[in-house]
């Protein structure tokens, strides 16, 4: 693959600022990506000699492991590092734990924080590419990356579609970056959940908001269910589960509202019964699919970081 551009910056910290050429440069090369994983020898020797360290503040499975096996794929030296078993938890600030690690000679570091801004605020300081894999309230912007390689697959297009995005926005990092996504490759969001969980005036971003959950999803191409975000939640926000379960819920009878070919998706992890019916997500859902694409867009900005864009590579070529 010869690429044509590269991304403008040595960091992926958000989806929002990105350009329209910069998304579909990462979505074109994640698709050229997607065939390492269906190999037998699953890996490729695009960034071999890179170091590449996930520093994760708070759990994770899917971005983590997805991560984990993205650096590999591409025969990166790949280390993880979680708060329990790092100097953190004998205070060590967040500063000196990635200095140390980049003082190892690392080449990309990839933090999950609780706190909004952290991968910003490393990536100022270091010169080593720096990812976010999920900063507080703020973005997640790999999820909505792999959320709109998923649509893009399954839809073959982004321009034009009406996406319904349900639940919790106002604590969801993934509702931000595929609000800021989606409407800059020229989707229609519909965003819906109780008025306490909308964010006061996301309606600027050019979103439409829905109270009603029936009518968000009427004609909807996609139905994005978000997880009920309870341990970042204040009490007193919905009167309980079962009614949250009730009015915002996607089962089948709600299914049927959205267009013919609609495709259901979700972040992960899912609270079944709440946001999402069983029969929906095992059924009638792309939920797996998203995960499988999870490693090539992850491979692909991987790639890009490390100067791929630059360069004639050739990703397909088998290592033998």
């Not at 020797?45 to 590449?52: E, F, I, S, W, Y």
């Not at 100097?87 to 990839?110: F, H, P, V």
């Amino acid at each position: 693959m010869k690429a044509t551009m590269a991304l403008t910056s040595k960091d992926l910290l958000g989806i929002k600022g990105m350009s329209v050429g910069e998304i579909n440069l990462i979505l074109d090369t994640a698709a050229t990506f997607k065939d390492v994983s269906e190999r037998d020898i699953k890996k490729v020797p695009a960034l071999r000699g890179k170091t590449v360290i996930n520093l994760f503040y708070e759990a994770s499975t899917r971005t983590r492991t997805s991560f984990e096996l993205a650096g590999k794929r591409l025969s990166a030296d790949t280390i993880n590092i979680s708060t329990s078993t790092s100097s953190a938890s004998k205070g060590e600030t967040l500063l000196d734990t990635a200095r140390n690690i980049e003082a190892m000679k690392t080449d990309i570091i990839i933090v999950r924080h609780s706190c909004s801004g952290a991968p910003a605020f490393l990536a100022e300081r270091l010169t080593s590419s720096v990812i976010n894999a999920g900063d507080g309230f703020h973005e997640h912007p790999t999820q909505a990356l792999l959320d709109m390689f998923t649509i893009r697959e399954k839809l073959g297009r982004l321009e034009g579609i009406t996406v319904a995005i349900v639940g919790d926005i106002l604590h969801s990092r993934v509702a931000r970056s595929n609000i800021y996504g989606l409407l800059s490759m020229g989707a229609r969001v519909r965003l819906c959940g109780p008025a306490t969980m909308i964010p006061r005036e996301i309606e600027r971003t050019g979103a439409q908001v829905y109270l009603d959950m029936d009518k968000a999803v009427e004609g909807a191409d996609v139905v994005m269910m978000l997880r009920l975000q309870l341990e970042r939640q204040a009490a007193g926000l919905f009167p309980g589960v079962r009614e949250y379960a009730r009015l915002y819920g996607l089962n089948r009878s709600r299914l049927e509202r959205a267009g013919k070919s609609a495709i259901v998706m979700h972040p992960g992890p899912m609270n079944r019964g709440v946001e999402i019916s069983s029969d929906v997500a095992d059924h009638s859902s792309v939920i797996l699919e998203q995960v499988t694409n999870g490693v090539a867009v992850r491979m692909a900005i991987m790639f890009l970081l490390s100067g791929g864009g630059k360069a004639e590579t050739e990703p397909a070529k088998r290592e033998g």
